[in-house]
């Protein structure tokens, strides 16, 4: 009698536990429910990287130092030099929202690589305008963003490690030269993926 | 007899496994900088994280481009490394919070007895306050 009531509880017992939900449930992004893996960059990593690059940009002031603010950023080059096929605007997308929300600079969308407008339509339409009025309305970007993301593997036993090195550059368009350089770092250690930290 | 010898050996054996190292440190005497020091007011839901990373102080200054720079004193009291998350929020004159990527919960570590410094940086000139979060590592 005793081990039918036992058994009964013990058959009951998963249920009570897990419930009748599934487990998937919403996180917060970059928060510590985020899942960690040693061999790949997490959302967490870019946030990481962004706020450090933002932090370091805005607080060097080297956006201010411009004729008539706020100053004009023209996406370069940002190279992938990891292993993964990553989309870098993951990076560059939360500098340009932090940047904007500063009201220290705007970036421009009509201007790219190789002459590659991000958004087609508002070159057309920019074009346009200028030929209309036969004014150049386009203002040249001050600065360029360019940059580099750098995977370092190592291994001992078991026990993996990662470092990836987010590298960017602040080039004033005029001089060529560097006026702000920032470097974040982020070391993963571990055996397998894990949730938070 | 022979307890007494494998009970301290134990226990010297589980200080080494848990890695008790502490940082050693040295600094100019007389200082040429002026920390400038605010009043703060701390509200501690967990303790134990407050028993092991306190925090010391905090100053504020401005950026060249009139941004709110904070920096937070930290100090390890216990003899380990200690792994946290820190976020910073922000806050405009109506009191309204700020979201940017500023506002990332960040992961940080320290060492035992170590005193580390952290900082934010306003996300813009509207900032006037401003609040940062610990959370134990898990």
Partial sequence: MKSKIIFSLLAALPFVI????????????????????????????????????????????????????????????????????????????????????????????????????????????????????????????????????????????????????????LTDSKTGLAVWEGEKEITKQGTRPSVGF | MKTRILLPLAGIGLLALTGCTTVNTVENADKQGQRQMITDQRAITDASLGRKVSIVGVNQSMTPGGLLKVQVELENRTRSLQRFNYRFEWFDANGMQVTTVASALLPDQIEGKESKFIFGVAPNPNCKDFRVKFIEAQ
């Fill in chain 1, 18 to 169: 897990g419930g009748c939900a599934t487990n998937a449930h919403y996180v917060e992004t970059g928060g510590r429910e985020n899942v960690v893996s040693v061999n790949q960059i997490n959302i967490q990593d870019y946030i990481q990287a962004a706020n450090a690059a933002v932090n370091d940009l805005l607080a060097s002031g080297a956006l201010d130092r411009v004729a008539t603010p706020p100053a004009v950023l023209a996406i370069s080059r940002i190279v992938n030099n990891t292993g993964q096929q990553i989309d870098t605007d993951l990076l560059v997308k939360k500098i340009r929202v932090a940047v904007l929300n500063s009201g220290k600079a705007q970036t421009t969308t009509t201007m790219g690589l190789g002459g590659t407008a991000e958004d087609p339509m508002a070159k057309g339409l920019q074009q346009e305008n200028e030929f209309k009025s036969d004014q150049k309305a386009t203002r040249t970007p001050d600065f360029t963003l360019s940059g580099k993301i750098i995977e370092t593997t190592a291994r001992a036993g078991s026990t993996r490690q990662s470092t990836y090195s987010f590298q960017l550059s």
